[in-house]
């Protein structure tokens, strides 16, 4: 049975703050919508689901991330998740110049956990929190062309 990675989904607080930086960073916006019903329910598993999403993705085509912002029920604020915490740790991008990527994190807020990492000259690597706590890492490849 063939499989494909449709998106990875993240729960944030302001999905419109969210949207900025990623789109910021290079990604597209490719649909929004409110979802709310029986539906969203048993889809989620949650009675009373209702939300904003958004879906962006990779100019590429081929890395999607699932915005959702709650309206109902409320969130549930946690602590930011740790480098090394079981579960979900960080959304992963390449790009081509890491310091430009940096400056557009830092506009809004987003600051790397540490620095900036040289992995045996192949890549440059930097986990930044983003908005809603989120770890993304950059990663400028500098073997390429």
Not at 32 to 56: E, F, K, P, Q, Y
């Amino acid at each position: 049975m063939p499989i494909a990675l449709e998106n990875v989904g993240i729960a944030v607080r302001d999905i419109d703050a969210t949207i900025a930086f990623f789109t910021d960073l290079g990604l597209e916006v490719v649909g929004r919508d409110t979802v709310s019903g029986d539906w969203a329910d048993t889809a989620v598993g949650l009675d009373g689901n209702h939300a904003r999403i958004a879906m962006l993705q990779t100019p590429d085509g081929h890395g999607r991330l699932e915005l959702f912002e709650y309206i109902h029920p409320d969130a549930i604020e946690t602590e930011p998740t740790l480098p090394n915490e079981i579960g979900m740790h960080r959304v992963a991008f390449s790009v081509d110049d890491i310091d430009a990527s940096l400056e557009i994190a830092a506009r809004h807020g987003c600051h790397p956990l540490r620095g900036v990492a040289n992995y045996q000259d192949v890549y440059r690597l930097a986990y930044v929190r983003g908005p809603s706590g989120i770890i993304v890492m950059l990663a400028q490849e500098l073997t390429r062309g």
